[in-house]
Every structure is written in C-alpha cells, then in structure tokens.
C-alpha cells in the first residue's frame, strides 16, 4: 500500500522534538526463585518515580528463568554466560532499531545510572533552553586526539550558527499544528557535551553510543553524536570523519526542513533519557514570555497628563461637542497604546 508522505517547513530538530516519540528501551531482569524485598527495590529504581513530569524511555520487565523464557526473551538469555550471577539485567534498544543483542549486561545490585546520568541531563536541559541540537562527544582517552577533534569540531559549529539559516515557517503548518511556536521562537544554537570513557556514571551512555552502529565499541578514536528531538542520535562521526564537510552536512540537515514526518523513514537511533519532552514540546524555547494584561500595564504605566484646550460649552453646539469629546478619546487612546508598546517592549529586551 502507498503512503503519501508530506514535506513541511518546520525544521527537522524541532518537529523532531515536537511529534516523534522516543521508542521504549527494554530491560529484561533474568532471576531466579524470588526475587527478594531488596531486589524488587532495585528493579523499580531502574525507571525513575516521574514525579516532576520526567519519564524515562524504559520498559523493565522480570524473567524467572527456573521457568522456561518465553520466546520473546529465550534467545536473549542463550546470549548471556551460563555462570553469569543472578539477577542479571540485559539492556537492548528499541525493537525498532533491529538492534536485538544487548548492549549492556550486568548484575541487578551492581547497575546505576540506566535511564539517567549527569550527560544525559545537561542534553536534556540544553534542549529545555531551545537548542537545535547537543553534539556529544565520546573522548578516546587520547588527549591530543580528543583536543584536536573538539577544536574543530567547536569552531565549526560557531562558524555554522552565524551562516546558516533557519526555513521560513509556512502560516499553513502552524495552522496545522505542525509546530506549537511561531517564528521568532525558533533557536539556531549548537553546542558539545564530552564524556569519557572512564567516567562510571556514564557507562551505560557510553555503552548505549557505541552500540548504535556495528563496530563502534572496537574503535579507540574519538567520536562525535550529533543528538536532536528527542534524544535522537543522527549518526556517528569518527576519528578523521570530524571535519568541517561532515559537521556541516549534518548541521545542515538537522536545522532544514522536515522532508519526511515519518521518524523511522529518518536517519537516527533513539536513546535512552529521562525527560519531560512533553512540556518542552509545547514551551517557547527561548525565556517564557507572557503578555502583560492591560490591567497590569496601567498599574506600571506613569500617569498621562493630555492637555487640550478649555472647551466653552455654551458657545459650542452639540455637534461640535461630541467632536471634540472624540477628538480627545482618541488622544488618550492613543498615548496609552504607545505607553502599552513601550512597556512590552522592555519586557522582550
């Protein structure tokens, strides 16, 4: 069957961020017996409470495998060592993704950090800030190597940001609720996160990159992910492939228009992150800006003095009357108007 598929106006990062859903990671707990009081507490902390609104990508579920494994996990636990301690936890990607081996396996009391780490965080609140993408690199543990890549890889992206240009959106999309902000809240900013391979709190994000193309775990170089939407991962550049082309190129296609809405017609792997994408989704990306109400204004507004002339109201007929009680009206009206346009226009500044 066909499916039409339209192009748009909105740029990539943000219809990205706006409409494509983070596919749900799988956590699978391979027990045996019971699990004890201690256990079960350590599997619910793998997906945080939520209580603030932020929600992980993340489906825990428990296997006893005193019990014969289900199909849908059997060949999951025949990947995992025999003499492996239990409980053991195998994390994998989004069925999605086609990627089924585990990219993580560990013992239940010794994991942490799974569905958040300080990183993930920082790229969280970057996008919370209205950036278009976080480019994190994975350092090599080379330091000359690393420092070389991520000079280049900075003055590139700040070149980008002052020559590029973010598409005109089309007044049809945003009738269409293709996009929730106008124009002006649209933000070209890049900027990198490093993290080392050494760092324990980011093992698992670190583990979780190099596992979203085949091979990448057996290289020492350093690596580049340019990340967007979502907690989306475009692609991996590498080594040598850190140069201004191939930054350009993907910088280029993350702020261009949105050419396919379907996500999994798009390059890109989902992560694994805990945020609230939702109130991002719907929030001006720059400061919150909201419009004084016009009782506000005149409690601000200094006082107007309108001087006019004395009006003789014998002299004057009544047609002359309303008038001049018009002209008047208006003047005021007027004065307060500009008074309001000045004001908000402080608050914009």
């Known amino acids: 069957m066909a499916v039409t598929v339209w192009a748009c106006s909105v740029p990539v990062f943000r219809y990205a961020l706006e409409h494509w859903e983070a596919d749900p990671f799988q956590a699978v707990v391979f027990h045996q017996g019971e699990l004890t009081a201690e256990q079960k507490v350590r599997m619910e902390a793998l997906v945080p409470d939520g209580a603030d609104g932020r929600r992980a990508n993340l489906n825990v579920v428990a ?48 994991l942490a950090h799974v569905a958040d780490s300080p990183a993930r965080q920082e790229v969280a609140e970057r996008f919370a800030q209205g950036q278009s993408a976080v ?90 992910f340019p990340i967007f ?6 692609y991996a550049l590498v080594g040598q492939g850190i140069r201004a082309e191939t930054i350009e190129q993907a910088a280029t296609f993350l702020i261009g228009k949105c050419s396919c809405q379907v996500k999994d017609q798009n390059p890109g792997t989902d992560l694994l992150l805990t945020a609230n994408w939702t109130a991002m989704a719907k929030a001006s990306p720059l400061l919150e800006r909201e419009l004084p109400s016009l009782a506000h204004l005149a409690e601000e507004a200094a006082p107007v003095t309108v001087m006019t002339e004395p009006v003789v109201e014998e002299v004057a007929s009544p047609g002359k009357n309303a008038l001049i009680s018009g002209v008047i009206s208006l003047g005021v009206l007027l004065v307060t108007i500009l008074v309001a346009m000045k004001l908000l226009g402080k608050r914009r500044e």
């Open 135 to 224: 480019w994190v690199m994975v350092e090599s543990g080379d330091e000359a190597a690393d420092e070389a890549a991520a000079k280049v890889l900075e003055e590139r992206l700040e070149y980008l940001t002052g020559v590029l240009t973010l598409p005109e959106l089309e007044a049809q999309d945003i009738a269409n609720g293709l996009v929730s902000v106008g124009q002006d809240d649209l933000r070209l900013e890049f900027s990198v996160v490093r993290v080392s391979r050494e760092d324990v709190k980011e093992k698992v994000f670190v583990q979780m990159l190099l596992a979203t193309e085949p091979g990448l775990d057996e290289v020492d170089e350093p690596m580049v």
């Open 63 to 110: 296997v006893n495998v005193d019990q014969e494994p289900g199909a849908e996990f059997k060949e999951l636990w025949n990947q995992l060592p025999k003499d492996a301690p239990m409980p053991q936890v195998a994390l994998r990607f989004p069925c999605s993704t086609g990627l089924t081996e585990p990219f993580l396996t560990a013992r239940l009391d010794e």
């Open 229 to 234: 939407g979502r907690g989306r991962a475009l």
